[in-house]
């Protein structure tokens, strides 16, 4: 690792004598660079012997965090050395007699730095060249690194082996009757180690199984510029995994630390290693396991050095993964915790004893002395999300934490983050120590949690506009604006939150289908909103999605894509047809050999034609028997004559249709089109001109899903607060995934100005009476599957439809990482692909929330009470520091345009905001809600002048002099 922050055990040049020992390391890289600094401490010289197989850059001790370690010589391939003739230990050891006899230094011993064959196979020849002490007996042509070796050893030894075949063809005979008789899953890796992990993977099927073979004997193996690679393919162990680190001299054996592996599911993958946590020597695992290792170990010969062992302890007891004759990697960023715990030594200083001190080596203890010292683990940092790096935020959380002492990363600005599935995938290792275990666990939490919220780092981010446009916002050609998801995708901007205990509800659960999803693929008619988030969850369930457009959807609308949903892949996109049989065919043909598994709407403008589609392809499906199902105004009368609370209400294309229910009803009455989406074209009218002015506006306004309002709905004015239901259905079972009532306001000369959307605690009295009555309105709608979310007005009568929406919920899906925060791991979108390809799941989930909450929160929709050219954002900054902030999602910058906010559409950004502290929640919505009245979230532009923390609330327009 480049970038090493280290707060304690500072490395110290040693001061040399002029005579002393020298200790020869063949590509010192890694763990090996400690061992070489602790060495050079006691006055030792150190001389390093580069092969061809370490790049430049590789060769720097910094890279490792010994910085101040110099080497007395280093002799590399092709420059000072060449090999000819098979002859390689003659020739290095000809030049290494003449290096040490340069400096009057005498050679007292020789071990390998890395875990390459070549380097390990040349250390161990020279040393037994120079009658030094070799770390594996090298008369025997055994190869004791080949992984294959080691198991066959094992076995001859009459000690517990894992059952295996090698091969570097699936033709093999071996091969193909292991994978035929194997009990899955079972594991397929390289047979050598120190290639890259090994690209170790276990399988679950004979198909995962040859695919991965296959990878390995053609990509890797070329990668590293091998021919006929052998291929282990062995029995999948289950138990405990543990790593024990050991030195030996003359074949005694001491263990230096038992370290547990703390492997979880994450990113698709079963097995991320998530840290290595260390474990007393008389725990029941390690009990078990130092004995056996040290048997394995003179099962294979080791003599001399370190080494370090990776086990399954299972039910049966321990078996032996891989012996690796050399320290423990990690670039020994763990022996500054090996140490303390302890009491003052770690393999780094045990290797040294063994090598140059053999009376140290003595007193050494035979295994670790319990209790330890204290507690502590090391940290494999894991990213959930990926992209270019501008700013390492969590780094310096870590780096302030009690239990804090290293941080080793090679990530820096500019680099490359991708999702941690592998080690080489982490972006660092933390090391946490303290002697209070529950400051300890605390500091843990938290730097999870840091994790799970993607808050380790800052993303380069493309700017896109808010994702909530009108006609008039396209026919602006504004560019859109990259928004943001602090959850899953690179597309962040900022991220930070101060609430550590969110990280045990697994917030970022990741869930994946059991069968060969690869083969089958869903319809989506018109993605976007939050359907792009529901596409991408079920892309990530390994599904092919086919984009189906309707006639008429705007073209504008169909790049309407949320930030959080990145760039939009679809197997295929195609557009309705004016008979729904030729839709039907143009599925079809378009998904080929895959098979059509479901039909989803992905819009409030793919309702209609999801339902006649999946219906007419036997899919799962909530029909058409239920004509215009969508229709506000069908809704209103079929809950009605069902006996439900319904609105007040007329509807028509002609004012003739309307006027008589005008002209009689109280007034403010609603005017909306039938089928609005959000607030579009919703307007309060107080007296009967101003409708008839607005009725015919809808007629000559586009929808901002596309095309042109056909009826126009009027309505009795619902008093009370506006809640929304959002459910997911199954075969008629209907689970809610969240309450919320929405924070509705007066501003800019508007009745119906989005403040924000609040969680509603769903034991709450109102929760327990909108909850059955939207679940009423389902079954009398004939809403059997997929998602709704429900608009209810809670009247002193009851609660009293606005609309229900057989969709998804919409707003671009930002609600979605404060439902996962709330719930403890999900949110509807996950559960809507559950609902449609993974019954199992759909039916665990909770009927209901958990109860209380994880934490406090909301969302906060952001107004503007002013208008005019961005020139700054000073704003932005001050909420990225509030306490409980989680993310925020705008498209306003400098050069943006900012107009009054007067509803969904031209809202200026989203904030989500959560803390377990509620206090510290509200106090951090007064502050934002002070800088919108201050008009101190933007600088603006004005000609001739600037204007900046100018209230203009209570003003429709305002006049700035040039004198001003």
């Known amino acids: 690792y480049i970038d090493m922050h280290y707060v304690t055990d500072k490395p110290v040049e040693a001061t040399l004598p002029p005579h002393c020992t020298l200790l020869l390391i063949v590509d010192p890289v890694s763990t090996a660079c400690r061992i070489a600094q602790e060495a050079s401490k006691r006055s030792h010289r150190i001389g390093a012997i580069w092969t061809s197989t370490i790049d430049t850059d590789e060769r720097d001790p910094a890279r490792y965090g010994c910085a101040s370690l110099r080497y007395t010589f280093e002799l590399i391939e092709g420059r000072d050395w060449t090999t000819t003739n098979g002859k390689e230990i003659d020739v290095v050891q000809s030049v290494v007699n003449e290096a040490a006899h340069s400096f009057n230094l005498t050679i007292a011993g020789c071990i390998t730095g890395s875990g390459l064959p070549r380097s390990s196979q040349l250390a161990d020849g020279l040393a037994k060249r120079m009658d030094l002490s070799p770390c594996t007996t090298p008369t025997t042509m055994i190869d004791v690194r080949n992984k294959f070796t080691q198991q066959t050893l094992l076995e001859t030894s009459d000690l517990r082996s894992i059952k295996q075949v090698r091969g570097s063809s699936l033709d093999d005979e071996a091969i193909s009757k292991f994978l035929d008789g194997g009990k899955y899953p079972l594991v397929v890796k390289l047979d050598q180690i120190g290639i890259q992990g090994g690209k170790i993977k276990s399988c679950h099927t004979k198909q995962e199984a040859k695919d991965h073979f296959q990878y390995l004997s053609q990509v890797v193996a070329s990668s590293n510029n091998r021919t006929g690679a052998q291929i282990i393919c062995q029995e999948y162990l289950r138990g405990v995994e543990v790593m024990v680190d050991s030195v030996s001299h003359n074949s005694k054996h001491k263990t230096c630390m038992v370290w547990r592996y703390d492997k979880r599911p994450a990113n698709g993958e079963r097995n991320v290693n998530f840290g290595m946590i260390p474990m007393e020597s008389e725990s029941h695992e390690a009990a078990l396991a130092i004995p056996y290792v040290r048997k394995c170990l003179d099962a294979m010969g080791m003599k001399n050095g370190p080494s370090h062992a990776k086990c399954i302890v299972t039910v049966d007891g321990p078996v032996l993964v891989e012996l690796n004759f050399r320290a423990y990697g990690g670039d020994g960023s763990w022996c500054h915790l090996a140490r303390a715990l302890t009491g003052g030594y770690s393999q780094v200083e045990a290797s040294v004893d063994a090598l140059l001190d053999p ?61 941690t599935t592998s080690f080489s995938t982490s972006p660092g290792v933390c090391v946490l120590m303290n002697k209070d275990e529950s400051k300890l666990n605390k500091d843990l ?13 800052d993303y380069k981010t493309k700017v896109e506009s808010l994702a909530r446009p009108t006609a008039a916002t396209y026919s602006k050609q504004q560019k859109k604006n990259s928004r943001m998801d602090d959850m899953e995708k690179p597309s962040l901007v900022r991220i930070y939150s101060n609430d550590p205990k969110l990280t045990r509800q697994g917030m970022l659960m990741k869930r994946v289908t059991t069968i060969d999803a690869s083969k089958e693929v869903v319809v989506v008619v018109d993605p976007y909103s939050t359907g792009c988030l529901v596409v991408n969850e079920i892309r990530n369930r390994g599904y092919q999605v086919i984009a189906c457009w309707t006639l008429g959807f705007s073209e504008e609308m169909k790049t309407h894509t949320p930030g959080a949903a990145g760039e939009m892949k679809y197997f295929a996109e195609l557009d309705e047809q004016e008979d729904l049989a030729d839709t039907v065919k143009a599925i079809y043909e378009a998904a080929g050999k895959l098979r059509v598994v479901a039909c989803i709407a992905g819009g409030e403008a793919g309702v209609d034609c999801a339902d006649a589609l999946s219906e007419r392809m036997t899919l799962r499906t909530n029909g058409t028997h239920v004509a215009n199902r969508r229709d506000k105004k069908i809704q209103q009368e079929l809950i009605r004559d069902a006996g439900m609370r319904s609105v007040r209400q007329a509807a028509g294309s002609k004012w003739e249709h309307v006027i008589e ?81 929405y924070d509705k306001r007066p501003a800019n000369n508007s009745a119906f100005v989005y403040f924000g959307m609040v969680p509603v605690d769903p034991n709450s009295m109102e929760a327990k009476i909108l909850i059955p009555y939207a679940r009423g309105v389902l079954d009398v709608l004939g809403v059997q599957n997929g998602p709704s979310h429900a608009e209810v007005i809670l009247t002193p009568t009851g609660p009293c439809l606005v609309e229900m929406n057989v969709r998804a919920h919409g707003g671009d899906g930002n609600w979605r990482s404060l439902a996962r925060g709330l719930t403890g791991g999900y949110s509807q979108v996950e559960v809507t692909v559950d609902s449609y390809l993974d019954k199992k799941q759909f039916m665990i989930t909770p009927n209901l929330p958990p109860t209380p909450f994880r934490a406090s929160g909301q969302e906060v929709i952001l107004v503007s009470y002013s208008r005019g050219r961005v020139i700054g954002t000073p704003g932005y900054d001050i909420i990225r520091d509030l306490q409980s902030f989680v993310y925020m999602e705008t498209g306003i910058k400098v050069g943006s345009f900012v107009e009054r906010t007067v509803d969904l559409l031209t809202g200026i950004g989203s904030v989500i905001l959560m803390h377990e502290d509620e206090s510290v929640l509200n106090a951090d919505i007064s502050r934002v809600r002070e800088m919108e009245l201050n008009n101190e979230l933007f600088e603006f532009e004005r000609p001739g002048a600037m204007l900046t923390n100018a209230s203009q609330r209570h003003l429709s327009e305002i006049i700035v002099s040039d004198e001003l």
């Open 359 to 419: 009376a140290a080596f003595d007193l050494l203890p035979d295994v670790p002395i319990g209790p330890f010292n204290a507690y502590g683990m090391q940290v494999y940092l894991v990213s959930h999300s990926c992209g270019e790096v501008t700013s390492m935020p969590g780094f310096q959380v870590m780096k302030h934490l009690p239990s804090f002492v290293s941080l080793s990363t090679d990530i820096t600005v500019g680099s490359m983050v991708e999702y």
């Open 661 to 741: 229910f005008l002209q009689t009803e109280h007034y403010p009455v609603v005017l909306k089109p039938t089928d609005s989406a959000g607030s579009d074209g919703v307007k309060l009218c107080h007296n009967i001109e101003e409708a008839k002015e607005h009725f015919h506006h809808l007629f000559e306004v586009e929808a901002v899903n596309g095309g042109f309002n056909t009826e126009v709905l009027c309505q009795e004015f619902l008093r009370g607060k506006e809640y929304v239901v959002d459910q997911v259905s199954r075969d008629g079972i209907h689970k809610t995934m969240m309450v919320w009532v």
């Open 445 to 457: 939490d938290l730097l999870h949690y840091l994790e799970e919220i993607n808050a380790l780092f």
